[in-house]
């Protein structure tokens, strides 16, 4: 089992900047990739951006160039650099990790999620 520990959502000014972290722990045995998503009032879950193993990352187009994604593999702790925040950006922020098993499993963990929100 594996349990995440999100931290760093808040309430911001339109412009501003947030920085989430998610620890993960547990019997973690490899780790595919890590990301965050996020889901807003009314709308779906949705990608916000992606991080492999091998440190190949990918963002959703409504964050490029405003997001960044990194992660500490010593800790597996993954961070989301969130700057240039504009209200669309409001939501429920959730960690994921995929994990992969000595046998070749594959697993799907979620953090129980991080209140961002920005005004105008």
């Known amino acids: 089992q594996v349990q995440l520990v999100e931290s760093g959502g808040g309430l911001v000014q339109a412009g501003g900047s947030l920085r989430l972290s998610c620890a993960a722990s547990?019997?973690?045995?490899?780790?595919?990739?890590m990301g965050w998503y996020r889901q807003a009032p009314g709308k779906q879950r949705e990608l916000v951006a992606r991080?492999?193993?091998?440190?190949?990352?990918n963002y959703a187009d409504s964050v490029k160039g405003r997001f960044t994604i990194s992660r500490a593999s010593a800790h597996n702790t993954v961070y989301l650099q969130m700057n240039s925040l504009k209200p669309e950006d409001t939501a429920v922020y959730y960690c994921?990790?995929?994990?992969?098993?000595?046998?070749?499993?594959?697993?799907?963990?979620w953090g129980q999620g991080t209140q961002v929100t920005v005004s105008s």
């Open positions: 994921n990790v995929q994990t992969r098993s000595s046998l070749g499993f594959v697993y799907d963990y």
């Open positions: 991080i492999t193993g091998g440190g190949s990352a």
């Open positions: 547990g019997s973690i045995f490899s780790i595919n990739a």
